[in-house]
């Protein structure tokens, strides 16, 4: 297998938003947990995604591992590794997207390396090195609020500069509309002047095209869907990459179906309501669970009572309010891990009542269940939502099984039904 490109995703439903998009944009695509065992068979791919849980890590951890998986993607002949983020650029001081990306960056030998969050698809611009969330800038979104990196400063030149050790520069957005060439001659500019990362505007998906076409020159790229977008259609029109047909086969797989809500964002919490008119929702208990009693027993008792019925929803899900008062009285790594742990322990339990089609809101909380269950790869199914495809398993000890990893902000009102429907 020779690698037309690489991907290190920082979080697992950042890894299938971005395997959805190369796979939607016609790349072979495979998502894996980490970086793969050598004992795991992976079909013949242009693309692999290595999934990490490294967002919220310590950031030596988050690079070490980092350059574990951009060591694996090159060693199978990824001259290009694009670094995933979140498309709403979740991070903090400490980093982590600062310290990989200059980690990468300095294991690369490139002099300068192209930075955008932009993803138009959900509503993620950027203009003038200002992130847009929608109709409004990142430090007015719901992202404000996040339970681990509430995000407080729209300008990404400002936000990634106090995290790097690169000096940043932007390419305005003139500069983008004037093409791959202007942009080239700004970065060449901009390396003599020892700028090592260029956060670069993006409004619309044909500057995206652009941008991914001077990125490919490069051997590193860091963004979201957006430039994975660009990269993968940069690679069809070069012709390095031949054009396949979306998605992996449908098998329906049956049997009971669970979901389970950890994320507490905005989008979550509404479809968690929305989700009450049609299917049993159990709401756990925060503070039990971090207390450490038995919320897990009392959810999968409750599970076991509607599981042959139809579907299920378990969320631990609660409002900006509630969450900061929790993480006032436990610490916010405390209250984030407990919760995630009692998740996966619920995952764990659902699988051994026969669950196969299970649905994950939360990126740390799909991290965490999805490194439970053992899960090792994944391809790539319909389109849910944009950015949430049907995953299903690949190399699975428990055999055939789908499951959907939604970014927390993704999906519409109804995602959860909306899941279910393509998960047969
Ligand atoms: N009621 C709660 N109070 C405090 N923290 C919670 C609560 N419920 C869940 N959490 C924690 O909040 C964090 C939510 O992060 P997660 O990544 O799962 O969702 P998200 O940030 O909305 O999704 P994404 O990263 O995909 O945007 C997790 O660490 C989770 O354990
Ligand atoms: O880019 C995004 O917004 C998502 O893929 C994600 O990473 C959210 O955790």
């Known amino acids: 297998m020779t690698l037309a490109l690489g991907c290190i995703a ?55 591992r980092s350059r574990e998986a951009d060591k694996w993607l090159r060693a199978r002949g990824a001259t290009h590794v694009l670094f995933k983020i979140c498309s709403t650029f979740d991070s903090t001081d400490a980093g982590n997207i600062g310290p990989v990306m200059d980690a990468l960056r300095a294991d690369s030998g490139d002099a300068i390396v192209l930075v955008t969050p ?28 996040h339970p681990l990196n509430p995000m407080h400063d729209s300008n990404l030149e400002r936000v990634l500069a106090r995290q790097s050790k690169s000096k940043v520069g932007l390419v305005d957005l003139a500069t ?27 409004v619309f998906d044909p500057e ?45 797989i049956g049997g009971p179906v669970a979901c389970l809500a950890g994320s507490c964002s905005q989008a979550t919490l509404a479809q968690i309501a929305h989700a009450e008119k049609s299917m049993p929702v159990l709401r756990l208990d ?4 971090v ?17 042959g019925k139809g579907p299920v929803l378990i969320a631990s899900s609660s409002t900006p309010d509630q969450v900061s ?37 939360g990126g740390e909380t799909s991290g965490a269940v999805v490194d439970r269950l053992g899960i090792p790869a994944f391809l ?19 055999g055939d099984a789908v499951t959907a990893l939604k970014s927390g902000n993704f999906g519409g009102p109804d995602f959860f039904n909306d899941a279910i429907r393509l998960m047969p």
């Open 118 to 145: 932009a993803f138009p698809g959900t509503g993620r611009t950027v203009y003038q090195g200002n992130l847009f969330v929608g109709s409004v800038p990142l430090n007015e979104s719901p992202l404000k609020d």
């Open 380 to 398: 790539v199914g319909p389109e849910i939502a944009v950015g949430v495809p049907v995953l299903r398993c690949v190399g699975w000890s428990e």
């Open 286 to 289: 925060p503070e039990k669970i």
């Open 176 to 202: 983008v509309a004037k093409g791959a060439e202007a942009i080239r001659a700004k970065l060449i500019d901009f390396a003599k002047q020892g700028i090592g990362a260029a956060i670069i505007d993006a």
């Open 325 to 361: 008062a929790l993480q006032a009285r436990h610490g916010r790594d405390a209250a984030g891990h407990a919760i995630e742990q009692a998740m996966a322990a619920i995952s764990e339990g659902l699988v051994a009542a026969g669950v196969r089609r299970l649905v994950i809101a």
């Open 10 to 64: 920082d979080d697992y439903t950042g890894a299938s938003d971005l395997a959805n998009m190369l796979t939607r944009c016609g790349l072979r695509t495979v998502q894996t947990i980490g970086v793969p065992d050598d004992a795991l068979a992976l079909p013949d791919v242009d693309a692999v995604v290595v999934s990490l849980k490294s967002r919220s890590i310590e950031a030596s951890q988050a690079v070490a």
């Open 208 to 252: 995206l095209e652009i941008i991914g076409q001077v990125a490919l020159d490069h051997r590193l790229s860091v963004g979201a869907s957006g430039m994975g977008l660009g990269l993968a259609r940069g690679l069809i029109a070069s012709g390095r990459v031949s054009a396949a047909s979306a998605s992996a086969d449908q098998k329906a």
């Open 291 to 307: 207390a450490g009693s038995s919320e897990v027993r009392r959810a999968l008792d409750w599970s076991r009572e509607y599981l």
